[in-house]
């Protein structure tokens, strides 16, 4: 078990940045593959980014890849989503989602592949 707590998310002007942290409890964090997701108003939630347990691979959406930037902490128990060149389509609700892994190399993009989901964190980029 696993309890997850995002925090970083805020109001900022298009063009901007912010970033997103996802602190994790407990002492076996480094099983876990990890991964960030968001809801848009009206929308289903979606895939934003990705990491492995060791953190050497990724995978983004397209809609952030170049953008948007996940990593991870092991020693700190942190997920972390760096968040540049912000726009307002990226205004929506960012939730960190956390899945048993042993395979190192393994990521998920399918938020049904995750068991262990955080509170979310507002995102809100205005024009």
């Known amino acids: 078990q696993v309890q997850l707590v995002e925090s970083g998310g805020g109001l900022v002007q298009a063009g901007g940045s912010l970033r997103l942290s996802c602190a994790a409890s407990?002492?076996?964090?480094?099983?876990?593959?990890m991964g960030w997701f968001r809801q848009a108003p009206g929308k289903e939630r979606e895939f934003a980014s990705a990491?492995?347990?060791?953190?050497?691979?990724?995978s983004s959406a397209a809609s952030v890849r170049g953008r948007f930037t996940i990593s991870r902490d092991n020693a700190k128990n942190t997920l972390y989503l760096q968040m540049n060149s912000l726009k307002p389509e990226d205004t929506a609700v960012y939730y960190c989602?956390?899945?048993?892994?042993?395979?190192?190399?393994?990521?998920?993009?399918?938020?049904?592949?995750?068991?262990?989901w955080g509170q979310g964190t507002q995102v809100t980029v205005s024009s």
């Open positions: 989602a956390a899945r048993t892994s042993n395979r190192g190399a393994s990521y998920y993009t399918r938020d049904d592949e995750y068991d262990f």
């Open positions: 990491i492995s347990t060791s953190g050497v691979i990724t």
């Open positions: 407990g002492r076996t964090f480094t099983t876990y593959a």
